[in-house]
């Protein structure tokens, strides 16, 4: 009697922890951080509004999600992502998520924060209209298209204007209606540290990049040049509450100085660091801005 041969299941590829990897979670608190930030400054000027600041924080978290998913897309599709990256695995090139599963994942995510950001349009108007279709937009060039943006070395300038500016300034005009350039000001600390966030990343994949043709920032002025930029942005995140201060906000905002002693480590650790060992630096540059980022957003609050 023959005997069919039952082969052995294998684990499913779309597991939690797969997408985990695709998500990214080192990379969010550049979109959660600005959100927290900007909903700080209106409260400081008593316009805080708890509905409009929480769905501004899931449509930025949402963006800054479906942006890392269409990467893996493009990354995949262009030969970025190979064998010889030095980076944390990516799903899709790794075969662990199908390239057709991560296009009608993106989608879906891209279609419901568009159906949710409608709340924040019939809030404050046109405005958040024109800038959450930029922000939709701006997540599919920064990879895809026949001009992507991360391929130019425009991808550093466009994260400081929406994962700063943007992302900041946003979300205080959803709840106050209005825009200051105090504001704006406030916002170049979050853009310098996300900018800083994606230096480390090319940084670390300078040699890869250069051979399928990425050229980032750091892939054009090189490793040394970028880590130089890192420490003036680092700079820069540091002078805005201080500036913040003399415009008339609470001297608690000074409370991110706190945090000097882990950004000093950072730097000393990014020059220190090649290849695999700036994995670390990428993670620890995301702590130090969701610090940063959060002694700031207190500081303003506190009368």
């Known amino acids: 009697m023959h005997l069919k041969t039952v082969e052995p299941t294998l684990p499913l590829p779309t597991t939690l922890q797969a997408w985990t990897l695709a998500i990214r979670p080192k990379t969010l608190p550049a979109g959660a951080v600005p959100v927290v930030l900007g909903s700080a400054l209106a409260a400081a000027t008593g316009r805080f509004r708890l509905m409009p600041?929480?769905?501004?924080?899931?449509?930025?978290?949402?963006?800054?999600?479906?942006?890392?998913?269409?990467?893996?897309?493009?990354?995949?599709?262009k030969g970025a992502d190979t064998a010889e990256r030095l980076g944390p695995t990516r799903t899709v090139a790794a075969g662990i998520i199908s390239e057709k599963t991560m296009i009608k994942v993106s989608v879906t995510l891209l279609a419901g924060v568009f159906l949710l950001g409608l709340y924040l349009v019939y809030t404050a108007g046109w405005p958040i209209f024109v800038i959450g279709m930029?922000?939709?937009?701006?997540?599919?060039?920064?990879?895809g298209g026949p001009y992507p943006i991360?391929?130019?070395?425009?991808?550093?300038?466009?994260?400081?204007?929406?994962?700063?500016?943007?992302?900041?300034?946003g979300t205080y005009y959803v709840q106050a209606f209005n825009l200051t350039f105090p504001v704006l000001i406030a916002a170049v600390a979050p853009g310098s540290f996300s900018v800083n966030i994606l230096l480390v990343n090319n940084i670390r994949d300078i040699a890869t990049d250069r051979k399928v043709?990425?050229?980032?920032?750091?892939?054009?002025?090189?490793?040394?040049?970028?880590?130089?930029?890192y420490i003036a942005l680092t700079i820069v995140a540091y002078v805005v509450p201080a500036i913040l201060w003399q415009d008339g906000y609470s001297p608690w905002c000074l409370l991110?100085?706190?945090?000097?002693?882990?950004?000093?480590?950072?730097?000393?650790?990014?020059?220190?660091?090649?290849?695999?060992?700036?994995?670390?630096?990428?993670?620890?540059?995301?702590?130090?801005?969701?610090?940063?980022?959060?002694?700031?957003?207190?500081?303003?609050?506190i009368q």
């Open 53 to 77: 600041a929480l769905v501004a924080l899931i449509c930025a978290l949402g963006i800054q999600v479906a942006t890392n998913f269409i990467n893996e897309i493009y990354d995949f599709r």
């Open 213 to 229: 043709g990425k050229m980032t920032l750091p892939s054009r002025i090189g490793g040394e040049w970028a880590r130089r930029l």
């Open 134 to 143: 930029l922000s939709l937009l701006f997540a599919w060039a920064y990879t």
């Open 256 to 301: 991110s100085l706190l945090t000097l002693p882990l950004a000093f480590r950072m730097i000393k650790v990014l020059y220190a660091s090649e290849g695999k060992e700036l994995n670390n630096v990428l993670a620890g540059t995301g702590k130090l801005m969701t610090l940063h980022g959060l002694l700031l957003s207190a500081g303003l609050v």
């Open 150 to 169: 991360a391929y130019s070395g425009l991808g550093d300038l466009f994260v400081f204007i929406f994962f700063g500016l943007v992302a900041v300034g």
